[in-house]
């Protein structure tokens, strides 16, 4: 059973760029969240896709969009970079909707 | 609003130690909650869940959490603590059935040796 996994596993930016994170789901799982993490703070939900529809979003701006393909790996897409964006990314799939999640490593994020 | 408070940010207790770290939610309806921890290096992971049924719920690594509906608090207890224990714990809530779920900001816990 393969785990989930992200990449890249980290990368910088510039103020205004654009940028795409990965997301391998957990094999058998149709639902992927994507989640933002400040440091020294808990995970924040940004948006859910289930069968490559997003199914639910969090407060964040349209600029942060998704992707889910048949395969159910995922992308998170983020546009117009500010400087507050810097966190870690979290990928977490589910087998249904509410479940426990099942987290991958993280893209670790620094814009500049 | 929808919200997760744990009581304390970070902890040090000494092996063998009791352990109990608080959690309190803020949210309307039929609720899941859960306890993820993540270990030096290691992915966030699953440590307990409650659903429905016992109010009492046993996880791995002899972690145990007490589900107190009129209190709306999901407290994570462990009798007697490893140095191995040292992680950060989140608690986790969400609407039964629902997509969002929200975390709690964390607790870091020290395990002196």
């Known amino acids: 059973e393969t785990g989930v996994t992200q990449s890249p596993t980290h990368l910088i930016k510039t103020r205004g760029q654009q940028v795409t994170l990965r997301c391998s789901s957990q094999?058998?799982?149709?639902?992927v969240s994507w989640y933002q993490q400040a440091l020294g703070q808990g995970p924040q939900f940004i948006f859910q896709y289930y069968r490559e529809e997003e199914n639910g979003r969090g407060n964040f701006p349209p600029r942060f969009s998704g992707l889910q393909f048949p395969n159910y790996s995922s992308e998170l897409n983020v546009n117009a970079l500010e400087l507050d964006d810097s966190a870690l990314y979290l990928c977490?799939?589910?087998?249904?909707?509410?479940?426990?999640?099942?987290f991958g490593p993280g893209t670790r994020l620094l814009v500049l | 609003a929808q919200s997760v408070s744990q009581h304390n940010h970070h902890v040090i207790l000494s092996e063998a130690a009791s352990l109990e770290l608080g959690c309190n939610y803020s949210?309307?309806?039929?609720?899941?909650l859960f306890w993820y921890v993540q270990y030096p290096g290691q992915h966030l992971q699953l440590l307990l869940k409650y659903f429905s049924g016992d109010p009492l719920v046993k996880g791995i690594k002899g972690f145990e959490a007490e589900f107190i509906k009129s209190k709306f608090s999901f407290n994570l207890r462990k009798p007697s603590v490893q140095w191995s224990d040292t992680a950060e714990y989140f608690c986790a809530v969400n609407l039964r059935g629902g997509f969002k779920t929200i975390f709690g900001a964390g607790t870091r816990l020290f395990v002196k040796a």
């Open positions: 977490a799939s589910s087998l249904i909707t509410g479940e426990t999640q099942y």
């Open positions: 094999s058998g799982h149709n639902t």
């Open positions: 949210y309307g309806g039929t609720v899941n």
